[in-house]
């Protein structure tokens, strides 16, 4: 979720040493000699450890555990993790590796302006000769083609591959965002009505004085926020816009039917009036004091321990607090029914989604790279690969196996592993902690709610018939009660008219030019800086005095420049959602 980098300043007056860098690598370049199998026993091979630059990744180090044995064992191949979001400056961490020529022997970063920079800087290989023997990417060369158009070769490989229309969400049974409270909390405090955004915090005051404490002793806050994912803005100050149907691109915020687009600095912008609502939070006491110190980690901690009543993300509150013995007991994460809710949702990728991969141009061996990333759109690859993605499933024979029907059904291991908290994974499958093993790419090569042709089922568990008996409890009993019989938040939120749906273009907005790029850094800092300090501020007097001294500075530094960039590819994006819907949807 998260991700965000530019570097066309940096990489513009570098081409030439780039390029020339990109020539001392020892694999194959454009002018290769042609067709390279990848078609061979890789576990034979002389061992490598290869450089892996994940924007998405949030670990740092050697890949361990299940995962990391399963690619030990099939290509002799270990992955040492490089990811921004851990080294803390992503943007400092990506532009001092491009500037030294060498960002990875495998990238995972996004599409459109850094796909752009890296092939024109010569750090990405052409790897149109190993594609022709890749047969699981070429499954969907639909998107293979799409995302490298307009390029020589093929550079790339795409990400959240679907199979799905483009107005179809693609997140499977949760959305992406969304108000997620603590379900017993709020059964406790009577299922008080909900109108709109600020009607959760008289809620969420009755719900944090009733339980002020967690089951550990420590406190219990309704809100808890970290800085980690920070970027254009206050990245928790843009979760609340996304359930009035509005994404972010750069410094605007557009809705998913294309009907607004707004800046986020504007006073009645959505971005704004969530900034009053963490203000108002504060004010009546229901923010974590440590939210301005913490990192991801931590908070994460606190929703495992029951210290947070409140998740914008399903993949958070849920996937944290709602363990099979909670659930049992009747506490976990739900959607509440917010009245005015038209939550944003992302539209299945038919061309893929925002990252993508592909193979450094100094790889020491980039058809071993190579027979690796076409693994990774197997259904072995995905099952195993994706498990760090909500409702992934795992390896066949740990996690998961065919039932006596064919029908897939999770092992005991595996309702431990994913229903109960953890699970300690058997010597043979590389030992440690599942959840320790899981892959560190952090990003979908297949959407997990696509079907595995191997079984006819989803990859994602959570579709399996299986699944839903197994987790039928009295949390769940008692939500799909209340919601009207509804069995998953998507279903509810579409009989309810109450989803958006942004139609998957794969559209990427063009590389920041030099000027915007110098404009945006130090107008994204500023307006980060003054967000955080408008949710802390002591009134509403100061609360409004800083967001007229932000709106003042970010205006004195050119922000009307960058806005003005950002309009106009938000705008262009909802053209290329229009016209997908219209010929796929």
């Known amino acids: 979720m998260r991700h965000k980098k530019s570097i066309a300043a ?8 780039l390029s020339l860098a990109a020539c001392t690598g020892s694999g194959p370049t454009d002018e290769s000699a042609g067709p390279v199998s990848i078609d061979k ?23 361990g555990g299940w995962f990391g044995k399963i690619v030990k064992d099939k290509f002799n191949m270990e992955l040492n993790i490089i990811a921004p979001n851990v080294a803390g400056g992503g943007d400092t961490l990506y532009n001092t590796r491009v500037a030294g020529g060498d960002l990875g022997d495998l990238v995972i970063v996004d599409k459109g302006e850094q796909m752009d920079e890296l092939v024109e800087g010569g750090l990405l ?11 699981n990417a070429a499954t969907y060369d639909p998107a293979v083609q799409r995302l490298n158009e307009g390029k020589d070769g093929i550079y790339g490989f795409p990400t959240q591959v679907s199979t799905l229309k483009p107005t179809e969400p693609l997140e499977g049974i949760d959305p992406t965002f969304g108000p997620f409270l603590r379900w017993d909390l709020y059964a406790e405090a009577g299922y008080p009505e909900i109108g709109t955004l600020e009607d959760l915090l008289p809620v969420l005051k009755e719900m944090q004085d009733k339980h002020p404490k967690a089951e550990n002793g420590q406190s219990a806050y309704a809100i808890s926020l970290f800085k980690d994912w920070d970027g254009n803005m206050m990245v928790m100050a843009k979760q609340p816009a996304c359930l009035y149907g509005y994404d972010e691109m750069g410094f605007v915020l557009a809705k998913a039917d294309g009907s607004d687009y707004q800046s986020i600095i504007d006073s009645e912008s959505q971005y704004v009036r969530s900034l009053r609502f963490y203000f108002e939070a504060n004010q009546m006491g229901l923010v974590d004091p440590e939210s301005t110190t913490q990192n991801y980690d931590t908070l994460f901690s606190k929703y495992q321990n029951g210290q947070v009543l409140l998740s914008w993300w399903p993949w958070l ?12 007991e009747g506490k976990g994460f739900e959607l509440v029914p917010m009245q005015d809710q038209q939550i944003f949702t992302y539209g299945a990728e038919v061309y893929g989604g925002k990252q993508f991969l592909g193979i450094g141009s100094g790889a020491e061996d980039p058809a071993r790279i190579a027979a690796f990333i076409d693994w990774l759109y197997s259904p072995e690859g995905v099952l195993s690969s994706s498990s760090d993605t909500m409702g992934g499933a795992g390896p066949e024979g740990l996690t998961w196996e065919a039932g006596p029907d064919g029908a897939p059904v999770l092992t005991d291991f595996g309702k431990k592993a994913l229903l109960q908290g953890g699970a300690d994974v058997p010597a043979e499958w590389g030992g440690g902690t599942y959840k320790d093993g899981i892959s560190t790419l952090n990003v979908p090569v297949v959407l997990p709610a696509d079907e595995n042709p191997n079984t006819g089922f989803p ?21 799909s009660a209340t919601m009207d019989g509804a069995t998953t938040t998507m279903q509810y939120l579409q009989e309810h008219d109450q989803l958006m749906v942004a139609p998957g273009s794969s559209y990427a907005a063009p590389a920041d030019t030099s000027e915007v790029e110098a404009i945006r850094n130090q107008v994204k800092a500023s307006i980060v800086e003054y967000s955080w300090k408008m949710v802390f501020a002591n009134d509403e007097a100061e609360f409004e005095s800083l967001l007229a001294e932000m709106q003042k500075t ?24 229009v016209a997908v819907a219209a010929e796929l949807g």
């Open 125 to 135: 290989l052409n790897s149109s000769d190993y594609y022709g023997s890749m047969k």
């Open 459 to 479: 990859y994602s568990y959570k579709y399996w018939p299986s699944y839903q008996e197994a987790v039928a409890n009295p949390l769940t009993e008692d939500w």
């Open 10 to 17: 940096v990489v513009a007056p570098l081409l030439g040493v």
């Open 41 to 63: 026993d890789w576990s034979a091979e002389e061992p490598i450890t290869i450089d892996v630059f994940s924007a998405t990744a949030n670990y740092m180090g050697i890949q």
């Open 317 to 328: 509150g849920q996937s944290a607090y709602n363990t099979e013995q909670n659930m049992a």
């Open 554 to 577: 970010a205006e004195g530094l050119g922000y009307e420049t960058v806005l003005e960039f950002d309009m106009a590819n938000a705008k262009a994006q909802n053209d290329a959602r």
